[in-house]
């Protein structure tokens, strides 16, 4: 799931300057998970701008809707009636659903309400943590499970730095050192040999730094003739 | 007159209300009472919602920790108490305006204290700037 946080009220307030007609725009998925844009959150920002707008005299109307999945056009579709008349869209989704409303709507301005941060896991009740790079060229087959990219501070592939101690990442005593825990589950699953291979530098171009990616499945692509007969729906 | 409004659960607290009444104790009538199952159902949006309707504060009575007939929904209930007076330091309504509170069904007189506590921090802070606004 995509991890995210709320941004401060103050540098929302500063965003909505100017603003008049807001729509606070949440969405039910990842975000819901980690506490940060979901239905309840909505309600909170929303009453918390109410707030901010009667006391300090700022005239902001404020309505709220939340969609299933803001990163769909299916579901951002069902917004429609909600942004009609409306300055801009605060969204509460990650950045993928911040832009397809805004791709979506594109005369009505789409502001982020979160800093989307990572794609994690909850670890416990609150807390998140950050579990794959998605560097486009898995290797936990190798890893014992545990993605050395997004969990190892340096993303190292064959073994730890001089930086781990007892069982900690240098960078933070909260952190623990991924080799260290490759380590463990290798162990635990009976395959310390995988460490005898040395892993090959990693081609980086599935990743970021081959620009921004594009997965087609090509069964799954409508063809023009398959588009027009679902009225443009696809 | 001032606005105080507090969300009560009916159980602990709502018992000691009913025993301050038996007892003849008096609270102010600036205080209004809403009993709720638990403490654990008030939000955030029902504490900001209450500012924004010109309460002067707010607070919610709890039972004793531990005590909880929900197990913890009193505790939720903090947490979310505190989570509004971020946002009312935020917007600049100031967090003293607003107050959790734990109260066992034999201690009415907390019910009598709570009120003038409320009273007094209202009496410093002055009245809500939104109320005064109407």
Redesign the interface.
């Known amino acids: 799931m995509i991890i995210g946080e709320q941004k ?3 540098e929302i307030a500063g965003m909505l300057e100017g603003q008049r007609r807001i729509l606070v725009a949440g969405c039910r998925s990842c975000v819901a998970i980690c506490l940060a844009g979901g239905e ?1 959150e909505v ?2 920002l929303a ?2 701008l ?3 707008s ?3 005299g700022k005239g902001w109307e404020v309505e709220e809707a939340t969609v299933e999945r803001q990163c769909e056009k299916e579901w951002v579709a069902e917004l429609r009636p909600r942004i009609e008349g409306k300055d801009c869209v605060l969204s509460l989704a990650c950045g993928v659903g911040a832009q397809t409303v805004q791709a979506m709507y594109p005369k009505v301005r789409a502001l982020p309400g979160l800093n989307t941060s990572n794609m994690g896991a909850p670890e416990e009740a609150g807390i998140f943590v950050e579990k794959c790079g998605g560097c486009g060229d898995c290797v936990l087959h190798l890893t014992g499970g545990i993605c050395p990219i997004a969990r190892c501070a340096k993303s190292l592939l064959n073994g730890p730095c001089g930086g781990s101690q007892g069982g900690k990442c240098e960078v933070s005593p909260d952190t623990p050192c991924a080799w260290e825990e490759i380590c463990r589950s290798l162990e635990s699953l009976g395959r310390l040999d995988l460490l005898e291979e040395p892993i090959p530098p990693k081609n980086w171009l599935s990743a970021r730094d081959g620009g921004p990616r594009r997965i087609v499945n090509k069964e799954a692509v409508l063809s023009e003739e398959q588009k027009r007969l679902k009225g443009g729906k696809a | 007159m001032m606005r105080i409004i507090g969300y009560c659960c009916e159980r602990g607290p709502g018992e000691a209300l009913d025993l301050a009444g038996e007892k003849g104790m008096r609270y102010s009538s600036d205080l209004t009472l809403i009993q709720v199952p638990c403490a654990g159902r008030v ?3 029902h504490l ?2 209450a ?2 309707d010109g309460a002067d504060a707010v607070l919610v009575i709890g039972c004793l920790e531990g005590n909880c007939h929900h197990v913890y929904g009193n505790l939720e209930a903090r947490k979310r108490v505190d ?1 509004a007076k971020r ?1 009312l330091d ?4 100031g967090s003293s305006r607003l107050e959790m509170f734990h109260v066992a069904s034999n201690q009415p007189f907390r019910i009598v204290e709570m009120a003038k506590e409320m009273a007094s921090r209202v009496e410093s802070l002055g009245p809500n ?2 109320a005064v ?1 109407e």
Request: glycine share 4%; net charge positive.
């Open positions: 401060r009220l103050d309840k309600a909170v009453e918390s109410r707030l901010l009667s006391l300090r | 939000d955030e949006v900001l919602r500012f924004r989570r946002i935020e917007v600049g309504l700037p939104m606004k």
